[in-house]
Structure formats: structure tokens, C-alpha cells
């Protein structure tokens, strides 16, 4: 891996003199950084440089930007589409040292962050402060990388997503200049809305060096429950008319039986090898009871059966850490496999159709896909279970999953509800928005980035 | 008003012959187009077209972009920040005929409307599905309008602002090309977010024809009520408390003891004439207990008085209704004089703050401005009442609402939370999202209307 040779000898010295042994060009620390959690084969970076304040990033920028060498941020490297590929070479800027929590406010309900610092942290950081922060998309992912991706997961029914979450960062543009987006007033109408719009950018447009989070009060209350149900379709019409009633779930989660019988050989559980959803409830103590007395009805209408309900924290904690660790669960299930992830988001109301065609299509296949998802919102994920080396079965994979994003943007979906587009489904972006919208974000991205240097070769197709 | 000659010559025929007597330049139409209800003296379009499509807007757009000519879009007229205003002249736009609800999807919790659609109209058409629409301004605005102004209101510290009601949207851009914007998946992680960009960009990046909004359950048990207070600090105190506390309440305003003056007077109504707060509660009927319990415990402890619930809907609705004239009340208070209506947002612990020295000033001018607001998002308004003829007086209250700008941005907060920056508010663009910041968004504005054709002379500074 000859990655010394490529970036410009002014910038490796310039780099060196300003970092230290905080920049390296070691293949190993490349290799690391070229790579996350999907499938796709790595990309390394030609060097590293693990950068602690804005400044410092500023200045990495700027001399990259000098030598037109692309910069791609780094966080927890748990991304699930490519998004830390250096696909086009450059300077990867490992921020998970900008870890530090800058600022609680229990009276604002907000917290300002360093772009490292991981959700988990973010809320051991919150501890006796009655609040906590929401969004949870399973792996402990970093909070920058989680606004660069629009990241999502099991709480959003409730809470929403990142899009929801931020109110105010740091940005380092393409040439170096350093911008803040936001205020901490909890709205605005003055100008452009730049938060959203580098929110989910996945790194194309800048780099977020600091994120003030809106938090929420710890629910007073808490109930956690799986249900088992005679087939998939019972359990996603009992999620459909969970939502439609407004019943305010704070997690609503279908598991199919493949995922339960791969969380019962990782996790040690017991769980009926059914589909199952896995509920949990907040509010008061009032509120919760309300809740689970409507999602009780609606369970027994449809059939549901083993309704067991968690109330000790840890028993909570048990299921929930079952329920994140599926998705290694599921890798378990096919030894020296890698998981091809699905994403797709559709209206709730095609929500039962999507998954019954995309299973009847997984059927005629023959491949493994145990399906799982956030059902609450609309948003499933399949996850393929491919021997990287077998070239047939990986073609299927990726054909299936073509299928199922042509499938859900046919149904007013998305093709990716939270995992972003990265390399990988820059294929359906005209599919998704159109030509004459991919023009605009286009025309957006020359606009800030002209030369490209921004983690080039992600979210826009060549 | 010689608004005939400046038109090409081309351009008016061409918008003659495509829609007939859709298309005028006649004075009082154009002077009709070109104001709105804030005290800006009007600034007339040189020809009004009234359009019926998408089609037809992109036709216009298309038109004037070819002869250079600047387009501003118009909906209900009820924008007070100098929106409408045709300060380099062109085409306005007339949307208020695009107002079709073209589907509402009650499995969906969401409805797609024509801009033109008001926000009352919507909620007529939603009469019996058991759904509504709760972004509410006040004002009957156009959806599209309130989408373009990123409006919000009453209902936002439960519900959100229209940046978090807007899940898809048609819009025109510069050149005539239509897109669409985001899908009805409720979240997605699909690339740049346009949706957000065009929220509250006020028609100065594209022309919003189609949007497609959520709708929330309509509450099984709602309860207002109405509360005064021996003090705005108390009031406020309260508010806070409410909101740090995690009570959801859908509707927390703040009225000074003027604006129940102003609204005894013009709504015929005998409330106490001291700083008073307006409650609306939403939930299961245990759920609205619970909060009306929890509401009634901090009231008391502020020492509130007059404590009165209106279970009734009529004895809401007159409730409301009253607050909602509250604007027109003030405006009473002194005859012919207009508002200068400013419109700040704070983090919520610096509110009582923020809210005690302004009235300092303002008792140091002698100006009178009313005080009310939406005070659970940290937003509020004070009506600078003053006779668009004295010279003197206007010179003091803009002196003061620069203050009051000023004040709420070093507060970490936004000088507008719901009104837009129209042609007002440019001056305070730098103070708030700094030099650079401004700079990527000309950067935005000149990529998507490089000739600066739409909405030219909002937003940006000159």
C-alpha cells in the first residue's frame, strides 16, 4: 500500500511540521481509516491527522485546499455506506479526539458537543441531570458523524432524527473558513437554513467541528415490551394503527424470525423465534399506563402472543442491548459473511405491501436476509448476508437491493431512511429526486465546494 | 404609477397572450400586490399574473427569467416583513387561485395542497377525518406563504415550525426548470436537504407550487385556559418552569397587561388587565389531567389569579379568537398608527431576561408597544405603535428594535423566530450568522438565481 507516495510533499511536510506525530502516512492507520462497517471493500486515506480544536481542522483544510487534495472527516467509523472511503485519495481528519462535551444546559435542554464525542458518552456525560439524548441509531456512533449522515434510529418515532436534533454548528467550509449555523433559539426564520442543509451532507459540503443538541427530560416512566405475532404482516398492521391512533411510542421495532433466532444464539435469549415487535413507552405514570392499555388492545386484536412486558431497567437494558446487537447477531448467522444493508423508508401506509413484495421477492432468490427495522416510521432494513468472495451471490445481493430501493421510491419512499447515500446508493439519487433536483444539489455543492475536495465521490453519482 | 413602461414591451405580450386577463398591470391590482401588513410604505409590481399551476408559474418564471425580469410570489398578503414588496420591480405572482387540497391521506398523517391553500381552509377540508393541521401564525396565511417565511405560531412549541411540517414540496426554480423536494417516506438520509433549503427561503431560491405537510391526530380531550399574573417575571417564570419541566403544552402564550387592554377593547372581553398567560392543553383526557394538574400547581406557586379554564370548544374559540385579534387590538390602541412588529427569539432561560430589559428600554422611550408572544419557544413580539408620519417617532422605534435585535442575538438567540428577514431584518444578518456564514449563503443564492431574479432585495444585505 504505496499511499506515501501521492500527497504532495509540501503538504506531508507542512502537516508534519504543524501536527507532529498527530499526521501519519502509516499504512496501518490508513487501512483503518479507509473502511467502516458495510461491505464495501476499503479505500484508505494517503495519511491521517487526528485533529483536537476548530483551528486545527481549519488549518488542515486550508492546506489541503492549497494542494487540491481531498479531506474526508473521520468520526467512529461506524458509518454502513462507504462514507469514509477515500475513494479519490486525500487527507482523512480523525476527529474522534474532539471528544469533550462542551456545555450542558438542563435549562435550555440543549448541550453543545465536540463532533467525537459518541452518543453513549453524550449521555453518561448527562447523568443526573434528568435528561438524556434521544437519537439512537444502535452502534455508538459519533454525534458529528451522526448529523453528517441524518441519522436516526430506534427513538425517532418519538423524538425524531438528527434533522430534528441539531440547532446550531460549527462548519469548516472547503477553503478552511470556519461559519456557524443556527442559534440556540429553538426556531428561526432568518435566512437560509444552513443546519439542515449540512446536516446530512455527509461531509460533501463541509466539516461540523461542534453541534449544540437539543435534549429531552428523562421520561418519568418507562415500560418495555416484545411481542411475538403469527406472521409479519399481524405485527406491521399493529404498528401501522399504533401510529395512525397517535399513540406516542417512543420505540416500536419489528424483528422478523430469522433476526430473533440470530439474537437468540448471540444474546442468549429465549425469545419465540416469530416475528416479534419490540415496544417501549414513556411518559408519565399515567401516560404510560394509557399507552400500554392501547397497544395491549391492539396486540391481542392481531393476534400477538408471549406479550411480556420489561419493567426493571436492567431487564430494559437487556432487551435493548439484544435488539442493537442484532445486526452482529445476524452477520453470526452466516459465518465469514459481511451484510449487504438495506434502508429503504416508506409512507406507513405501504409499509405492509413493501415488505410482503420484498419478501416474496427474497424468496425467489435464495439468499439470507434477516429483516429488521423502525417500523414506526416506515423504515426497515434487510440485511443480505453475502461471502464478500462470492461474486454470484454479492451480484444478487445488490440486485435485490435495487429492487427493494426502486420498489420503496415507487411507493413515495426513500431509498435510504438514516444510513445515507455514501458510494453506494448514488444510483438511485436520479431515481429518488429527479434530474432537475439533482442539478440543484449539484449546483450547491460547486457552489461551496468548486473543487471538489469535500469527501468527493459520495452522495452525488459521477 | 407608471408601472406599464418598465415591462419589456415582449414580455408583456407574451404574458397577455399565454394568460389573457390573468395577466394585468392595472395600478390598483399592482399597488394591491405590492404591500403587506407591516408599516413598509408599498413597493408595486410592474404586472400581476395570476396563475393556476405549476406549469404556469414555471411558464412565467421562464418568461421573465428570458427578459431578466425579477418574480415574486404571492399568496395571502399577510407577511410583515416587506416579503410582497417589489423593491427592483417584475412580475408578482398571484398563487392565492392554486388552492386545491389535492389529496389528504388520513393513513398518512399527511396532505398535499396547492400554495394557495390557506391554513384555515386546510383545516376546513380536514372536517371529519379526525386530523388537523396545527401550524397556526395568527393570520389565515397561504401554506405556501408559510412555508417560504418558515412560519410557525401558537402551536409550535408542541407541534414545531413549518421546517418540521413540510415533508415534500414542487418548486420553480430561477430558470423555469420544476423539482420536487423530499418524499412522503417520513424521514430520509437521501442526500442534500432542498425541502429545508426552500422552507424559509421567502421565493428568493424558487417558487414553491405543491407541498405535502403533516397532520397530527386531532386530541381526544383538549382544556385552555386563561391566567393572570401580578408580574411579566412572573409569567415568565412560570412559562419556564412549564417547559423545563417537560410538560407538553400545546399552547403557552404571554400577553402584557397592554395587549388585554387592547383585546378588552376590541374583542368586547373583561379579563384582568395584568400580564396574563394563554393555555391550551392536548391529550388523552388522563393525559390533559395530569398536565392541567401540573399547570395549576406552578400557576399557584407564581401566584397567579383569575385562574379559568374554558372547557367549552365555543368559550375556546372566543378565547383564541381573541388572541388572535390581538394584533388588530393593538393596532386600536393608537388610531392610525401601523406596527413596527418585532419578533425576537431567546434560548428559553435567558427569556425573562431578555423580556425585562426591553421593557427598560422601551419605559426610556416613551414609544408604547404591547408585548405578547409565544413565550414557550422563547418568542416574542413587541408592537411598536407609531404614525407612519412621524418621522421622529419611527426613527425611535427602529432605534429600538435594533436594540432589541441586538440584545437577543448576543443572548445566543435569532433577531426573527416566525416573521422572516424580508427587507427589515438584512441588517442584522451579519450580527447573527456572521460574515462567512452570510457568505456561503450568498454562495447558495448565486448558484440557484445567479441573475438574482427571484424575490431580489430579501434576505441578503446588499
Known sequence: M????????????????????????????????????????????????????TEEV???????????????????????????HAVKGGVCIDLSGMNRVLSVRPEDLDASVEPGVTRKALNAALHGSGL?????????????????TRASGTNAVRYGTMRESVLAMTVVLADGRIIQTGTRAKKSAAGYDLTRL??????????????????HPLPEAIAAATCAFPSIAAAVTTVIQAIQLGIPVARIELLDALSITAINRYSKTTLREAPTLFFE????????????????????EHGGMDFAWADRPEERSRLWQARHDAYYAC???????RSLTTDVCVPISRLAECIAASLDDLARTGLVAPLLGHVGDGNFHMLLLVNPEDAAALGQAREFAQRLAERAIA????????HGIGLGKRKYMVMEHGAAALTAMRAIKQALDPHNLMNPGKILPD
Chains 1, 2 share one sequence.
Open 2 to 53: 504505496n499511499t506515501v507516495s501521492r500527497l504532495p510533499a509540501d503538504l506531508t511536510t507542512a502537516l508534519a511540521a504543524h501536527f507532529g506525530d498527530r499526521f501519519t502516512i502509516n499504512p496501518g492507520v490508513c487501512a483503518h481509516h479507509g473502511k467502516d462497517e458495510s461491505s464495501l471493500p476499503a479505500a484508505p486515506p494517503e495519511g491521517v491527522v487526528f485533529a483536537l480544536t
Open 58 to 84: 481549519s488549518a488542515i483544510v486550508t492546506l489541503c485546499h492549497a494542494h487540491r487534495v481531498p479531506v474526508i472527516a473521520y468520526g467512529a467509523g461506524t458509518s454502513l455506506e462507504g462514507h469514509l
Open 132 to 148: 438524556f439524548f434521544p437519537i439512537d441509531p444502535g452502534a455508538d456512533a459519533s454525534i458529528g458523524g451522526m448529523a453528517a
Open 198 to 215: 449540512f446536516v446530512g451532507a455527509e461531509g460533501t459540503l463541509g466539516i461540523i467541528t461542534e453541534l449544540t443538541v437539543r435534549l
Open 281 to 300: 413507552l414513556h411518559g408519565s405514570p399515567a401516560g404510560v399506563a394509557e399507552q400500554t392499555q392501547a397497544i395491549q388492545e391492539l396486540v391481542s
Open 331 to 337: 452477520l453470526g448467522l452466516c459465518p465469514g459473511a
Open 411 to 418: 411507493m413515495d419512499g426513500t431509498c435510504t431512511g438514516e
